[in-house]
């Protein structure tokens, strides 16, 4: 079992003796993964490595920020704000499952742009053990990929025989901040799991604001590292409220608060039932769209963690 610093010196003359000279790009996504894997590579090979941010419109509050201030300085780091194009792709589009296949189209579009201009060869990748072990067999530890525009990338998978808590301790040892190394699990599809229903701005936004306040109370009490996941979800129901003395009309908002091990199955985290309250609170008072807050109780299986 090596050490974390010699895992890493190992795995950087590895991305060496397998890229050489060559260009090589990764889709950076600002969680433990990615950015473990743009780090090694970029100490292996320098900027030749482009490490690609997208912004699909479906981010965090404050996460453009927060993945670009992180890595600026140390990748060579492209930012696309591709949120027009999601947004004009995903209009009108109600199913979940359509919501994600669009998502994950323009992803690639959007990437495949950026790897042509880049003369990248190499796709690095951040898959880990638990992504490949349940299909063993199937694939080979060196293999292609193609494009749709048919550029082919030979893929680079620095870290796929780690295991999560392996990822981090390299995390750790590489200098990247805790809040990236820590980082709760995020979809790829962002946000875009998160409101029920067809996306518009106006509704992720109202989203974005309800996610910040129940990450920012969860974290003020101190229940963060305790816990999976924690946010909330935009549903398409809206109900009757009264606000000041006037009747209002708006959303129901479902806050969602995990633990799991592995994802595959959760159960819902037992919360103190003044956080539920200011949680309540502070949504329906700080953002007009939404008269009521509902706590989700249901664990994983029969529901799901996402809600779309
Ligand atoms: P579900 O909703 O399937 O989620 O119970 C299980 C875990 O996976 C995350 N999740 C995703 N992660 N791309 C990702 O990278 C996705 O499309 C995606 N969908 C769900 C979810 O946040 C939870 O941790």
Known sequence: MLSPKEFIEDSIQKIKDQIGDEKAIIALSGGVDSSVCSV????????????VFVDHGLLREGEVEQVTNTFKDRLNLKFVDASDEFMDALDGIEDPELKRKIIGKIFVDVFEREAIKSGAKFLVQGTI????IETKGEIK????LALPSGMKLKVCE???????DEVREIGDELN???STVYRQPFPGPGLGVRVVGAL???????CRKANKIVCDEIEAAGIDKDVWQYFAVLTNTK??????????FGYLVVVRVVNSIDAMTASVAELPWEVIQTISKRITSEISEVTHVALSVS??????????
């Not at 292996?44 to 490595?49: P, S």
């Not at 053990?129 to 490949?132: I, L, M, T």
């Not at 109900?239 to 209002?248: F, L, Y």
């Open 141 to 144: 530890s060196h293999h292609n």
């Open 200 to 206: 518009t701005k106006e509704n992720v936004e109202v």
């Open 129 to 132: 053990a638990p992504d490949w």
């Open 40 to 51: 090694l590579v970029q100490e292996a090979i320098g900027d030749n490595l482009t490490a």
């Open 158 to 164: 620095p870290i796929r025989d780690l295991y999560k």
């Open 176 to 178: 990247i901040p805790a």
């Open 239 to 248: 109900v009757t409220g009264v606000k000041g003395d006037q009747r209002d």
């Open 299 to 308: 664990d994983k299986p029969p529901a799901t963690i996402e809600f779309c």
